[in-house]
Structures are given as C-alpha cells and as structure tokens.
C-alpha cells in the first residue's frame, strides 16, 4: 500500500500543466514542419526583378497553400490578404460601431491561461495522463440542441436545423 501511494505521489508531481497531453512524452522532431524551398534560378531579364522586401516572403520560399490552390485549379494570388472586401464593409462597420479593443488577443490569452492553471489536472489525472481539457471547459461549453430551441422559440427560423427533441 506504501509502495502505492509513493508511485502515486510521484507521478502526480511529475509532467507539465497543459490540458490536452496530446503530445505527451514526444521528443523528437516534427518531420512535417519542414518544407523543401523551391529550386533556384536565373530570370531571362534581371531588370525586371522585384524590388527586395526585408522581413517579406522570397521567391524560392515554399508556399503549400499556394501550391494546393494552383494543383486544384484556383488562383494562388488570391490568397494574399487584401484588407476588408467591398462586400463586407458595412458588417465590419456595424461590428465595430462602438470600438474595438486592439489588446483584445492578448486580454484573451491571458484570460485562458488563468483558467488552465484553475482548472488544471488532479492528482489521479496526472497520474494515468488523461485529458481534462473537456472537463475544465465544460462551463463554456454550448448546449446546441438548447440553443436551437430557445432561437425557434423566439421565432428564429432555422431551416437548416434538424427538428429539436421534445423535453
């Protein structure tokens, strides 16, 4: 029974303080994180080489999502980031009629990590390694069947939704 409690004291004071152990006890290297760069080359006319950009992407970079979009018959160009679309300004402007916070990511990171070191494992959950990420957002968690009844109750119609059990 000693012996026991001594092996249980000692893994419950071991291993990090995440919520999903997903990764737990891997140390090597992950293989797909490394992508090949493209083969260099020589343009036909030198003077029509872009202008350098510091800190911005190279030619010879590797671009998979690029490389997908063009294998599957799209444009790669039209995943640059190009601000705001015409046909979304008047939705970005009603969102942000009464501001918006610029901290907002970092309020929001520092919030969860609060949370995690709250609701972190138990002993017995360090131990045998389970995750705990369910039980310690169960709070947040959203009970979409009652969400869909209180919107229909309201008069939402919601077409696209099964028909909600009765209670």
């Known amino acids: 029974m000693i012996k026991v409690a001594a092996v249980m004291l000692l893994g419950a004071c071991g291993g990090g303080g995440g919520l999903n152990n997903l990764r737990a006890g891997q140390n ?37 999502m690029g490389d997908a979009v063009a294998a599957l018959g799209g444009s790669p160009d039209r995943l640059a980031d190009r601000g705001v679309g015409a046909a979304d300004q008047a939705l970005v402007a009603h969102a942000a009629r ?22 972190g494992r138990r002993p017995l959950e360090r131990v045998f390694g389970t995750s ?29 939704a099964p ?3 009765a209670r």
């Open 98 to 119: 009464v501001g918006t916070d610029p901290q907002i990511r970092a309020r929001l990171a520092q919030s969860d990590a609060e949370w995690r070191a709250r609701n």
């Open 28 to 64: 090597s290297p992950d293989e797909f994180a490394i992508l090949p760069t493209r083969s260099l080359s020589m343009p036909a006319d030198l003077s029509v080489l872009p202008a350098p950009t510091p800190g911005g992407a190279n030619i010879t970079d590797p671009n998979p």
């Open 163 to 165: 028909a909600p059990r």
């Open 132 to 160: 705990v990420y369910q039980r310690a957002y169960a709070p947040m968690a959203l009970d979409a069947a009652a969400e869909q009844l209180r919107w229909q109750r309201a008069g939402a119609v919601t077409s696209t």
